[in-house]
């Protein structure tokens, strides 16, 4: 890939990448500020995008309009809902999805935008693979490829996360993938997405999110690094 956009919803996410760039160079566009620069001799621009799908999606047309983005990392932080995880586990978008789309009243399926060709975005085959791979190295045995379900809500309840678990199969759920992979669909441009588990989306979710959310975001940053080293 010629540049690689390396997107974070909030502060804790990008903010190791950040120390650790070089020749960098600092710009604002819509309300966003990106910073381009050499991470492992790799051409990067790092981005907070500002939690949830609006900002996230915004902030990754801009990235392939005038950064150049033909590759795009997300890394970050989300709620379990696969009961299978634990907090600090990672998932690997194997695909993404917006679980708060919701036409069901006129007969589209939860998370089906109506008259579009796909409302689950693919993950590139082969940014997933390197992520399965450099995750395994760095966590072995505590990683997942499954999908990521993303809306504007918190999730915070114990017969919510069961719903999205039961009704659409999700991994875990946060508040940009679907949304950055979207965008990335509607550009052509290949997209994965890294999250480890600051919680498990349920009543404790807000108490576990404020305890484990920077060891969670340094672990899905660890993946991206090993990732980009090997590309
Ligand atoms: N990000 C981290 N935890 C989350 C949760 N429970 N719901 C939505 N986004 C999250």
């Given at each position: ?13 990008i ?14 566009h819509g309300?966003?500020v ?6 492992h001799g ?20 801009i ?24 907090i ?9 999805l917006?679980?708060d ?5 006129l ?23 390197l ?6 190295k ?13 809306g ?5 309840d114990?017969?919510?996360v069961?719903q999205?678990y039961?009704?659409l ?15 990335c ?9 890294i ?6 989306a ?23 690094e090993?990732?980009v080293?090997?590309l």
């Amino acid at each position: 890939f010629g540049t690689i956009g390396i997107i974070g919803a909030m502060q804790e996410e990008i903010e190791l990448v950040l120390a650790r760039l070089e020749n960098k160079q600092t710009e604002k566009h819509g309300g966003i500020v990106y910073h381009r620069g050499d991470f492992h001799g790799k051409k990067v621009v790092l981005t907070r995008s500002g939690v949830g799908k609006v900002n996230s999606a915004v902030c990754t047309q801009i990235l392939i309009d005038r950064f150049g983005a033909d590759a795009v990392i997300f890394t970050g932080v989300a709620g379990a809902v696969d009961p299978a995880l634990n907090i600090g586990d990672i998932v690997v978008s194997s695909s993404s999805l917006q679980h708060d789309v919701d036409v069901t009243a006129l007969g589209f399926p939860r998370g089906t935008i109506p008259y579009q060709d796909v409302s689950e975005y693919a993950a590139d085959a082969r940014l997933v693979a390197l992520a399965e791979l450099s995750g395994e190295k760095v966590f072995p045995g505590r990683c997942v490829t499954g999908k990521v379900l993303s809306g504007d809500q918190f999730i915070a309840d114990r017969s919510a996360v069961k719903q999205l678990y039961e009704e659409l199969g999700g991994a875990c759920t946060e508040m940009e993938g679907a949304s950055v992979a979207q965008v990335c669909h509607m550009n052509d441009i290949p997209y994965v997405v890294i999250r480890s588990m600051s919680d498990k989306a349920d009543g404790s979710a807000h108490v576990n999110f404020a305890e484990f959310t920077i060891e969670a975001a340094n672990r899905s940053f660890a993946i991206v690094e090993e990732m980009v080293k090997a590309l």
